[in-house]
């Protein structure tokens, strides 16, 4: 893929993951009673403690941003990701070996889906209650045009199905190739293709129109 513009709303990366050692006490916790019934080894012979571990080096940082950029805002993120690798923990004799990374994804989808639902409902209960007044101190330019750049991507994100903006993201924002985003899926590569291309026809549609409007003079004649 070519190199985009710092600019580009498609390029922007929605925050960048802290380090996982704080998760890992939190996921412990919960691991301790799994490992009180399975002897602490996992389907595979492995222990269950060091599996998991190996998970959360491996993916913590691509769960965390794949959660971010299916809408979950950057204070939640956290404790999303927290619920991800929990869910792991818990389910982790029946977690495929190879397939780890799968199963956490399709895993960071729902709870994804669910906390923009709690979002919906939390902005709905804001819209009846005095808004605060928001803080006018200017920011630096570049900062400025970041956040800007982020605000759009999300309101375009926000707008598209699940299904298709799973797969818009993995490929333009994770560079991943769609073989591997339907292994990742569990589809055939035919279904991630094709939801790929409706994906991308859907954001360019939805550019276009957020351009529209900011070039439409106040009264809406051109």
Sequence with gaps: MGSRSSHDPISVIAGEPAGHERLMGHVGLTLEGALERDDGHSADGSTATGRLRG?????????????????????????AVQQVFLTASRKLASIRPESEKSFLFQTAVRVASDARRTI??????????PGDT????????????????????????????????????????????????AALLDVPVGTAASRLRRARAEFSARVADLQRTAITPVGGTR
Excluded: C, H, K, N
């Design 55 to 79: 998970m959360v080096d491996e993916y913590y940082a691509f769960i965390w941003r794949s959660l971010r950029r299916l809408g979950v805002p950057q204070a939640d993120v956290d404790d």
């Design 120 to 129: 919906r409902r939390r902005r709905e209960v804001l819209d009846e209650s």
């Design 134 to 181: 928001p803080d006018s101190a200017p920011d630096a330019e570049a900062l400025a045009e970041m956040r800007q750049a982020r605000a759009t991507l999300d309101v375009i994100l926000e707008g598209m199905p699940i299904d298709l903006r799973v797969v818009f993201v993995l490929y333009e924002l994770d560079e991943m190739p769609t073989p591997e985003i």
